[in-house]
Each structure stands twice: as C-alpha cells, then as structure tokens.
C-alpha cells in the first residue's frame, strides 16, 4: 500500500495593526520612497504588546478550519516553525495544541528563521510518508516586531508579524511532495542573528542585546547567489525544468532580490509569489501568507506545480517542489 502525504488545507492570520513607511518616517531617518525603492515594503502588521506567536500560530489554524471544514481532532503531530516562541519553553507548538485542545497531538518548534516553513513541510512529509504520523499541522508564524530594534533603520523597515499554517495528511493515492532539498552555510551565520540577553558569540551582540542584527548586503549577495544553484537543485531531482513550473514562492524578504533571483534562474517574473508588500518580512510566515494571497485571488490553482523555497538565518535554506492538490 502507497503511503503519501498530501496538503489538504491553508490558512493564514495577520495581526491587526498596520504600520506602513510613512509611520517609520517619524521613528529613524528614512523614506516611503527609500523603502518601496530597496525592499518593495509598503506596509507590515504588528502584534499587540500581549499578543504572542502561539495566539497568531492558534488563529492561523482556526483560519484554515472555517475555509476548508477539516476535521483537526485526530492531527498527531504540530510542528511550528519560528524564531520568535513565546517562551523557550514550552513550545509554541504545545500552546496551539492546548488552545486547540488536541489531546493526542506531538508538539514540536523548530528553528531554521526564514526557511523554517518549507523545512517544517519536508519534515511532515517524512513523518507521514515513514508511518509515523497521519495528520500534521505545520505553521509559520512570527511576531518580530519583539524582537526588532526601531533605532536601527537599517532592519526596522523590513520586519512584520504573521502566521500561516498548513495541513497534511496521509493519502494512499495522492502526494503533494515532489522534491526537496536542504542546507545550510553555518560560517555566514554572523550575517544574521539575534542573541540572547545574557549571550554575546558575537562581538556586535552585546551591543545589541535581544534584537536582530543583519549585514544586510551580505544576506542580499549569499541569497542572489545561491538560491538560483537551490531552485535547479531541487527541480533536477524530480526531473523538471524551470519551463514546468507554475509558481515560485520564494521567501518574501525583499522585491529586488526576488526579482534578481527569478532573473538569474530564467523564471519569469510574474511567477513569483510574494507576501512583502503588506506584511513584510514575516520571516518563517512569508512563504505561507504568499501562498494565502495567492490562493484568495485565484492564482493557484489544483493540479499547479509550485517551487517554494525558505532561505535566511544560518544562513539556512529549504526547498519543497509540490503539486498543490487543493
Ligand atoms: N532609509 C534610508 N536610508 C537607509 C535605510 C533606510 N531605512 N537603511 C539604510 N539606509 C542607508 C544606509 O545607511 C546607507 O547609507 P550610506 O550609503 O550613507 O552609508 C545606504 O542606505 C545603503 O545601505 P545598504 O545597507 O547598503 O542598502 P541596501 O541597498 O543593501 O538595502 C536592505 C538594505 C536591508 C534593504 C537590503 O540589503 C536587503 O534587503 N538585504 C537582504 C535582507 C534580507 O533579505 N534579510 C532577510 C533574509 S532572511
């Protein structure tokens, strides 16, 4: 018998205050212009000072439950992807499964910052594909705004809140998982980080203490660079090219850079799916909300073959190609 693992319902949910470049133009010396110009940011969204990810990831499910009438009792795995968990312990998986109140369900976080949801994905194809497990909810989410610093106008402009989840289940005749792959280039890690209070492993960190730090131009070179070797990677394995595909949902950190990686993939550019322009970057939920934009207007549809790929901290990437069966 076939043991598949097939996406079987989307969701998503943004806080509900927005804040948009002209409200950065009173906090740092910066520029509505200056902001659509380099990222291609008009607005993000921003958590409540008492609002967490586990309260953002809980409205992500419910989102997904009321589109698609799924029934979540018998989900046995949560896996929640983010960089920014309530508490270091207990996850942020185990609140959403105690605010969904899914007594037989395994909680886990994991942490691989901006490809977190497409690592999340590939693990629950292997978690159903294996027989471990049958229904896996998966989730994107991130409140960054607490751990930004909005003296920096170098990084404060680009980050926002969000979650998006999705849920996979086992099929005996349908997958959703084509191909994957995954790496990381740990010694440029120092490009992008967020310390701990107490923890300083690199020198800039105990000036910085709590907020995300980034060479900016050095995240932009390394994901120009070698997302494109990624994309090809990952469509090699499964034999297509980059003519078969319908959609490319790249991390949505920055426009210029999506459209220099389409550029330099030969992907046309209009077959990028981004989240940028309302939410920002969201981090692990950029993927994810793209893929909710893009299902609300129609673009998506069943049967297309879509590339995501999740790239950032680490620095860090993932790649799942799917066939999207909803
Ligand atoms: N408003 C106005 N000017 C700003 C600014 C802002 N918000 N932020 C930086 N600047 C200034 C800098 O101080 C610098 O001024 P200087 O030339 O006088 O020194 C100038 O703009 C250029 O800065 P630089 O950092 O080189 O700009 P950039 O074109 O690389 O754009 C980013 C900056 C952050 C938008 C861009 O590097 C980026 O998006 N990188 C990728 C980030 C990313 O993807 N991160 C997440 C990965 S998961």
Redesign the pocket.
């Known amino acids: 018998m076939n043991s598949f693992a097939k996406i079987t319902a989307q969701g998503s949910y943004v806080p509900e205050q927005i804040m948009d470049n002209h409200d ?1 133009e009173n906090i ?4 509505d212009e ?2 659509q110009q ?2 291609g940011i008009v607005e993000r969204r921003i958590t409540k000072e008492d609002e967490y990810t586990s309260d953002i990831s809980y409205k992500a499910v419910l989102d997904l439950q009321e589109k698609y009438q799924v029934d979540l009792s018998d989900v046995d795995m949560i896996v929640n992807a983010t960089l920014t968990a309530d508490y270091k312990t207990p996850s942020v998986a185990s609140y959403v499964q105690a605010k969904l109140e899914l007594e037989n369900a395994g909680a886990i976080d994991i942490n691989a ?3 977190g949801f497409t690592y999340g994905l590939n693990i629950a194809n292997g978690l159903i594909t294996s027989g471990q497990n049958k229904k896996v909810l998966v989730i994107g989410a991130e409140t960054l705004s607490k751990i930004t610093d909005y003296k920096d ?6 980050f926002g809140d969000g979650a998006g989840a999705f849920l996979v289940e086992y099929s005996e005749d349908e997958t959703s998982f084509v191909a994957s792959d995954a790496g990381s280039d740990g010694k440029k890690g120092h490009n ?1 980080y967020c310390s701990e209070l107490s923890e300083a492993m690199f020198d800039e960190a105990l000036e910085n203490p709590g907020f995300i730090v ?7 070179k390394w ?1 120009v660079g070698n997302v494109p070797r990624i994309i090809e990677q990952t469509l090699n394995k499964a034999n297509y090219t980059k003519e078969d595909l319908d959609w490319f949902v790249p ?1 949505s ?2 426009a ?2 999506i459209e220099s990686i389409c550029d330099k993939s030969g992907i046309a550019r209009d077959k990028a799916l981004k989240s940028l322009e309302y939410y920002g ?1 969201t ?1 692990s939920a950029t993927i994810p909300l793209a893929i909710d934009l893009a299902v609300k207007e129609n673009k998506i549809k069943k049967g297309d073959l879509v590339l995501l790929v999740g ?3 680490g ?1 860090a990437y993932a790649s799942t190609l799917i066939k999207w069966t909803l």
């Open positions: 950065f740092v010396d910066t520029s200056w902001i380099r990222t910052a901006c490809a106008r170098g990084t404060c402009i680009l992008l980034q060479n900016g131009r050095g995240v932009y994901a991390h950190a920055n210029r850079m970057n981090s790239f950032g901290g620095l």
